[in-house]
């Protein structure tokens, strides 16, 4: 532990070395200073303060030439102070800084699939808390190392005033490394799961968060206090622990150059008895000893905050050194025209799970393609393969005859667009949720929400494109948050525009216009729409039937009525649905009648 824990601490050195320069020699002046402090003092005594009391009076000049030496090393000290104390602080949050980037970075390049087996509080744990507990460590640490200077210089000169006191008091160091190690060993299993229960807190606290519409109709406000309160306590519990024994680990930090001073003493008054060593010496060996207890006990900072620091930066870590990152190549979505999509012998699993097998069919560019199949068949994973979220096992999805792996990062960004089945708005205005950022007029912007039959509701907003919608769009109802969502898609102009249940919260009349409105709006775009109304099924140029993962049959709405029974019996199950309870109705009342 202690040796990863200086590892991790030499890696910050790397990080940030001049920085940490100025910190390790602002705390090398602190130590210098202090030791010269005790030999100014002795000094001045010595030469002006018993002189003085002998003669019965003082010379201005020599009182003058005292107290600005003493002033010089306090003002040295007082120097090395500042430099310690700033250089440490900026390094720490600069260090914090770099990783959060890192570690945030390094999210935005890991792929869907990776993000779908961690917890939202988890990863939020590891861009925040992890980090911190990382560089913890560094606010003490060129204290440390500065005050080894302290450390060498103060036993230089116990040796070379009594080398026997020197060797008894030093027996205080092999029981600090013993105590260090017995610290290390009970420690980190206890930071370890301290810094994995406050994961498990925030991905509670998250998910009670997220789901606050569900536990509030559901009057599951009691049940998720208890969830959380149970992860709180546990937390509380693992750092009440860290608190014993680290609560033990200072005191005897702090106790063992006291002990050393004792011994000293002891031995030293018996060397004196023999005539070994005067009183004076032995004076000032003890406080020679007293000295060492300041960079022991800096030291001590350190080693304490060692096994926090490894734990946590196990944790980052592992997500920087994650699997799964896609991998791209130099090919450009070059031209305006929409896109002709081909997928060729697509399989996808999530684990064991085999969601798609061998799906193959073409899209021509500019046509719609409406994708259908029972739940569970694969359609919303199709989708996130089409515009590569993640990547398939096997097989290829095809943009104009180049495969999708192939496009530079962020060139595919730039030409297709999706518009998922879960809508997601951010605190923000209409305008920057349909934007985001992009470098979009507020021409283009009200072109979008009119194909996605949104301009009368935001027209009829407060301040209209600067009306600000709430967390996750809160002040809108679901049906308005889904045409946000495809506005936003379709202010890109995208050459291959996906629909993935993307109108399921509008009405049926509302849902044919947004799709006439794509068909004649002035971007032209390959369309696939994963859809399971019937009229807007039949407003599709083609259908690709998938069912268990396959494709089952492809051709058009009334074709597929025709020939397939899957097809038709899907598609028609809600007109079937909606005879039955009519005919139901029609019986009951005959039956009600009377003869």
């Known amino acids: ?329 130099t090919a450009q979505a070059a031209g305006d025209a929409p896109v002709g999509l081909a997928v060729h012998a697509l399989s996808f699993a999530y684990g064991d799970d085999r969601v798609l097998e061998d799906v193959t069919f073409d899209v021509a560019p500019g046509r719609t393609v409406a994708v259908v199949g029972p739940t569970g068949s694969g359609k919303s994973t199709l989708a996130s393969l089409l515009v590569r979220l993640v990547d398939p096992q096997t097989g290829a999805v095809l943009h104009d005859g180049t495969d999708v792996r192939q496009f530079a990062p962020g060139a595919l960004a730039g030409a297709v667009a999706l518009a998922p089945q879960t809508t997601f708005l951010f605190d923000d205005s209409v305008r920057g949720n349909v934007t985001l950022g992009a470098d979009i007029t507020d021409e283009q912007v009200w072109a979008a929400l009119r194909v996605a039959q949104a301009e009368g509701f935001v027209a009829a907003l407060p301040k209209g494109l600067d009306t600000v919608v709430g967390e996750r769009g809160t002040t809108l109802s679901g049906g308005q948050r889904q045409r946000l969502a495809l506005a936003r898609a379709v202010a890109r102009s995208p050459r291959l525009l996906v629909l993935d249940d993307a109108t399921s919260s509008v009405d049926p009349s509302v849902e044919q216009r947004i799709l006439a409105g794509l068909r004649g709006s002035s971007t032209e775009s390959t369309v696939v729409v994963v859809a399971y109304r019937r009229a807007t099924i039949a407003l599709a140029d083609e259908v690709v039937f998938v069912d268990q993962g396959r494709v089952v049959d492809r051709g058009s709405h009334t074709e597929l009525v025709g020939r397939c029974d899957g097809y038709r019996d899907l598609v028609t199950a809600y007109e079937r649905a909606e005879v039955e309870r009519a005919a139901e109705h029609a019986g009951d009342e005959l039956a009600g009648e009377p003869a």
């Open 1 to 329: 532990m202690i040796r990863r824990g200086l590892g991790i601490l030499w890696i910050a050195v790397k990080e940030e070395p001049k920085v940490f320069a100025v910190a390790a020699l602002g705390s090398a002046v602190f130590a210098g200073m202090t030791i010269a402090q005790a030999y100014v003092f002795g000094h001045v005594t010595s030469t002006v303060i018993e002189p003085s009391i002998r003669r019965g009076d003082a010379t201005t000049a020599t009182l003058a030439g005292a107290v600005l030496l003493v002033m010089g090393v306090a003002m040295l000290k007082v120097i090395g102070i500042l430099g310690r104390r700033l250089g440490a602080g900026v390094m720490q949050y600069r260090l914090q800084a770099t990783y959060r980037r890192r570690v945030t970075r390094r999210y935005l390049e890991l792929p869907l699939e990776w993000h779908q087996q961690h917890p939202t509080g988890e990863l939020l744990s590891n861009a925040n808390s992890d980090v911190e507990a990382t560089w913890y460590p560094i606010a003490p640490f060129p204290f440390a190392v500065g005050v080894v200077i302290m450390l060498v210089g103060t036993l230089t000169l116990l040796v070379f005033t009594d080398p026997v006191l020197a060797v008894v008091g030093s027996v205080i160091f092999p029981a600090i490394a013993v105590l260090t190690v017995i610290y290390s060993n009970r420690m980190s299993p206890l930071m370890t799961r301290a810094q994995q229960l406050r994961g498990e807190v925030s991905s509670v606290a998250h998910e009670s968060f997220d789901g606050a519409l569900v536990v509030k109709t559901l009057g599951r406000e009691g049940s998720e206090t208890e969830r959380f309160t149970a992860a709180a306590r546990e937390l509380r519990d693992t750092l009440v622990q860290v608190g014993r024994v680290r609560g033990l680990f200072d005191p005897l930090m702090e106790a063992l150059p006291v002990i050393g001073v004792l011994l000293v003493l002891v031995v030293g008054s018996s060397r004196v008895g023999s005539g070994h060593l005067d009183s004076g010496t032995l004076v000032r060996v003890a406080y020679l000893f007293t000295l060492l207890a300041f960079p022991v006990r800096a030291i001590g900072w350190v080693l304490n905050e060692l096994p926090r620091s490894v734990v946590g930066y196990d944790r980052v870590q592992r997500v920087l050194t994650a699997e799964g990152q896609q991998v791209f190549g």
